[in-house]
C-alpha cells in the first residue's frame, strides 16, 4: 500500500492551538500538507490564555521544514468564518481541505441553571463555527470540484451527564456532517466525522483521578492524528462516516434501526408493550441516510393485497407450482363451487394435489385474460377468462370469478363462485369495479 501524501494540498485546521489540533496540524504537515492554522488562544472555558497559540504552532510546522501560518479569526461568527477561508486563499491561492475542531464548553452542570451566554458560546464554537467556516469553504469546493472536510464530534453525544450544551453541539455536527457528505459526494467533496477520545485539557478536568491518570498514559492525542490525514487524503475510501478514534484504536459509529413491528391495532397501549421488550441488537440494520430508511421501511411492509394475488395468478400459469404453493398460507380456506372437481372445502394440501392432478390433462398452461377486480381492504374479488390445450385434443374454456382474502403477504382464502354477484354479496363488496 501506497504511503498517503498530502503535497500541495491546502489545509484549514481551527482549534489548531489545543492538544487536538496541535497534534493535527503536526500530522498533516508531516505528510506534506500546507496549513492555516486557526485558534483564539482560549481556554476550554474561553477564557484567554498564553499556553499556547496557533502562531505557536505555525512556527513549529515551518521549523521542520513545513509551510504554515497562523489565523486568529473568531469563527464563532460568520466574519470570522469568512475571513479564515479567505486567509487561506491569499497566502495560498487554493484550499483543499477544512478540519474544524474549534470549540469551547465543559462540564455545564444542573441544565436548568446552565446561563446564556455559557449556552451561546458552546453552540456558537462548535456548531455555528462549522456553519460560519464550511459555508465559504464550500463555495470553493464546488467550484474546484474537489474537497475533503473533517468535522469533530464527541462520544458524549452517546450520553453524558452534566455536558448538556456540549453534547447538544457535537450532535448538531454529526447532522450537518451527513448532510453535507450527501450534498457534497456528486461535488467531488467528502465530508467525515470524527469522534476522538484523547487526554486534553477537557479530559483533564474529569473528577476521577483514576480515569485521569488512565487516559493520560494511553490517550495521548498523538494516537488520533493518524485518522484525520487518511480522511483528508485524496483517495479517502469513505464518505459520511462517523469514526470513533483514541489510544490507537478506530471504530465506526453507526445509525441503526431495529426490524419494524406493526402492531395490530397500531394503539398507545400495543406501542409501549413493544417498547418494553428488549432491543434485538443482533438484527439492527445501519440507515446511512433517510432515503436508506425510507427503502427500509418499504421493504419491511408486506406487499398489497392485490400484488400477491396476481403473483399467485403469475406462478399458476407459469406452472412454478412451488411459489404458487408458497403464497397460500398454511391454514389458507379453500373452496370450490359445486360443479368442479373436489368441490366444496379443501385444505392447501388437498388443493394443491387437486391442481397437479388436473394440469396433467392440460398440454400447454392455461392463458388467463382479466375482466374486473375488485379490491377492499384485504379483499380482491376477480373476473378472468383462461383457456389452453387438453392432451385429450380439445380445447379448455372456462370463466372464473374468484374471491380472495390476503393476510402478512400471503392468501388466507381463495373461493370460487359462480358469478360476480354471488362475490359481492358474500362480502360485501362494493358494486363499482375497477377494470384491471
Not at 452542570?109 to 446561563?115: I, K, N, T
Not at 471504530?251 to 413491528?261: C, D, H, I, K
Not at 374479488?381 to 374471491?403: F, I, P, T, W
Request: aromatic share 6%.
Amino acid at each position: 500500500m501506497s504511503g498517503v501524501r498530502l503535497d500541495g494540498r491546502v489545509v484549514l485546521v481551527t482549534g489548531a492551538a489545543g492538544g487536538l489540533g496541535r497534534a493535527y496540524a503536526a500530522a498533516l504537515a508531516g505528510h506534506g500538507a500546507t496549513l492555516v492554522l486557526n485558534d483564539i488562544g482560549v481556554d476550554p472555558l474561553g477564557r484567554p490564555e498564553q499556553r499556547s497559540s496557533a502562531e505557536d504552532v505555525a512556527a513549529s510546522v515551518r521549523s521542520h521544514g513545513g509551510r504554515a501560518v497562523a489565523d486568529a479569526s473568531s469563527v464563532a461568527g460568520a466574519q470570522g468564518g469568512r475571513a479564515v477561508v479567505e486567509r487561506a486563499l491569499k497566502e495560498f491561492g487554493r484550499l483543499d481541505a477544512v478540519v474544524h475542531s474549534a470549540g469551547v464548553g465543559a462540564p455545564d452542570g444542573e441544565f436548568d441553571e446552565l446561563e446564556d451566554d455559557a449556552l451561546a458560546a458552546v453552540l456558537d464554537s462548535h456548531l455555528g463555527g462549522a456553519f460560519h467556516v464550511l459555508r465559504p469553504a464550500w463555495a470553493v469546493m464546488r467550484e474546484q470540484g474537489y474537497g475533503r472536510i473533517v468535522t469533530v464530534s464527541s462520544g458524549v453525544v452517546l450520553g453524558a451527564p452534566f455536558a448538556h450544551s456540549y453534547a447538544a453541539a457535537k450532535a448538531g455536527i454529526i447532522g450537518l456532517t451527513r448532510a453535507l457528505a450527501a450534498s457534497g459526494e456528486p461535488l467531488g467533496i467528502k465530508v467525515n466525522c470524527l469522534m476522538p477520545l484523547a487526554w486534553t485539557r477537557l479530559a483533564a478536568a474529569n473528577p476521577d483521578p483514576r480515569t485521569r491518570d488512565w487516559m493520560r498514559e494511553h490517550m495521548p492525542a498523538e494516537k488520533v492524528a493518524p485518522a484525520v490525514v487518511a480522511l483528508v487524503s485524496d483517495d479517502v475510501p469513505c464518505n459520511g462516516e462517523l469514526i470513533s478514534v483514541g489510544g490507537g484504536r478506530l471504530g465506526r459509529v453507526a445509525f441503526a434501526v431495529a426490524p419494524a413491528a406493526r402492531p395490530e391495532p397500531f394503539t398507545a397501549e400495543a406501542v409501549r408493550e413493544h417498547l418494553a421488550l428488549p432491543l434485538e441488537a443482533e438484527r439492527m440494520q445501519v440507515a446511512r441516510s433517510v432515503e436508506d430508511d425510507v427503502r427500509r421501511l418499504r421493504a419491511d411492509e408486506p406487499p398489497i393485497p392485490r400484488s400477491v394475488v396476481f403473483a399467485w395468478f403469475a406462478a399458476m400459469e407459469s406452472g412454478d407450482g412451488a411459489a404458487a404453493a408458497a403464497l397460500l398460507a398454511e391454514d389458507c380456506e379453500i373452496w370450490l363451487p359445486g360443479d368442479l372437481p373436489g368441490s366444496g372445502t379443501l385444505s392447501k394440501a388437498a388443493f394443491l394435489e387437486l391442481v397437479g392432478q388436473l394440469g396433467e390433462q392440460f398440454s400447454e398452461p392455461i392463458r388467463l385474460s382479466f375482466g374486473a377486480v375488485t379490491a377492499q381492504e384485504d379483499r380482491v374479488a376477480v373476473e378472468a377468462a383462461g383457456e389452453s390445450g387438453l392432451r385429450n385434443g380439445r380445447s379448455y374454456r372456462n370463466r372464473y370469478h374468484m374471491l380472495f382474502r390476503v393476510r402478512d403477504g400471503r392468501i388466507v382464502l381463495y373461493k370460487e363462485y359462480s358469478d360476480t354477484l354471488h362475490i359481492k354479496q358474500a362480502f360485501g363488496l362494493p358494486d363499482t369495479v375497477v377494470t384491471g
